[in-house]
Nanobody
Framework: QVQLVESGGGLVQAGGSLRLSCAAS????????MGWYRQAPGKQRDLVAQ???????VYADSVRGRFTISRDNAKNTMYLQMNSLKPEDTAVYLC??????????????WGRGTQVTVSS
């Protein structure tokens, strides 16, 4: 099994910054893609940013230029540096990852999420 645990959320004023982390653990052979999604109350879950093995990061238009996604492959950890935060960035941020387990089985899992609240 593969588990994801997010951390780094919190309350911040508009214009501030936060750094989210997503640590993957378990029987991991490979992580082919990792991404951040967010879901505000009453709204659908949307992609924020994604990074694939050997590929360029992909960002939602609403966060491009403000957020930066990165990976530490040695630690199986992904980060999301969020700058110039806006009240509309308020949401639960969830981590997602997919790849192969040590038994060569595919996985695609989600973390439980971390709350980000931006006050005006």
């Amino acid at each position: 099994q593969v588990q994801l645990v997010e951390s780094g959320g919190g309350l911040v004023q508009a214009g501030g910054s936060l750094r989210l982390s997503c640590a993957a653990s378990g029987s991991i052979l490979s992580i082919n893609h990792m991404g951040w999604y967010r879901q505000a109350p009453g709204k659908q879950r949307d992609l924020v940013a994604q990074v694939t093995s050997g590929g360029s990061p992909v960002y939602a238009d609403s966060v491009r230029g403000r957020f930066t996604i990165s990976r530490d492959n040695a630690k199986n950890t992904m980060y999301l540096q969020m700058n110039s935060l806006k009240p509309e960035d308020t949401a639960v941020y969830l981590c997602r990852a997919g790849g192969r387990t040590n038994r060569l089985l595919p996985y695609d899992v989600w973390g439980r999420g971390t709350q980000v609240t931006v006050s005006s």
